[in-house]
C-alpha cells in the first residue's frame, strides 16, 4: 500500500463577538516535504533542497520568525520571488485561488537580512506523480 499524507486546514472568522462558520478541508497526497532550515543571520540565496511539481501540489505552508526572501529555482534570475513576513505564514491550498508558484519548483533559496538566524517551517504536500 502506498504511502498517504494529509493537511487539514481549518478556517474560523470571528466578527465583533460573533463566531461566523468554520469550515474544515482536508487534502492527501502520496508525498510530504517536511524542512525547518535555520537561515543565518545576513544570509543571501542560502540553497534549500526541495522539488516538487506544481501540478502535483495540494497544499503548502511556509514560515518563518524573521522576514525572508524566497527564490525559486534558481537565485540569479527566479521563477518568482516570495516575501514572508516574520510570523506570518504563507498558506495555500487546492481551494486557494491563484498559487504562489508558476511552474515546477527544483530549490529555494533564501534570504535573510534580520541580525539573528530564521527558524523556517516549510510543509509541502504533493503528489509525486500527478494525474495528467
Known amino acids: 500500500m502506498a504511502d498517504t499524507f494529509r493537511h487539514t486546514f481549518k478556517n474560523t472568522v470571528k466578527a465583533e463577538e460573533e463566531s461566523l462558520n468554520s469550515i474544515e478541508q482536508s487534502w492527501v497526497a502520496d508525498a510530504h516535504t517536511k524542512i ?3 537561515i543565518p543571520a545576513s544570509t543571501t540565496n542560502l540553497l534549500i533542497d526541495i522539488a516538487f511539481t506544481v501540478a502535483g501540489l495540494k497544499s503548502c505552508w511556509i514560515s518563518s520568525d524573521k522576514a525572508v526572501t524566497i527564490k525559486t529555482n534558481d537565485s540569479t534570475t527566479p521563477q518568482e520571488t ?3 513576513a516574520a510570523g506570518i505564514p504563507l498558506i495555500w491550498n487546492a481551494n486557494s485561488g491563484v498559487n504562489q ?14 541580525t539573528g538566524p530564521a527558524e523556517m517551517k ?6 509525486k506523480t500527478p494525474a495528467t
Open 101 to 114: 508558484f508558476a511552474g515546477d519548483v527544483t530549490a529555494m533559496y533564501v534570504s535573510n537580512a534580520d
Open 122 to 127: 516549510i510543509r509541502i504536500l504533493h503528489d
Open 82 to 84: 516570495i516575501t514572508i
Open 36 to 38: 525547518n532550515p535555520t
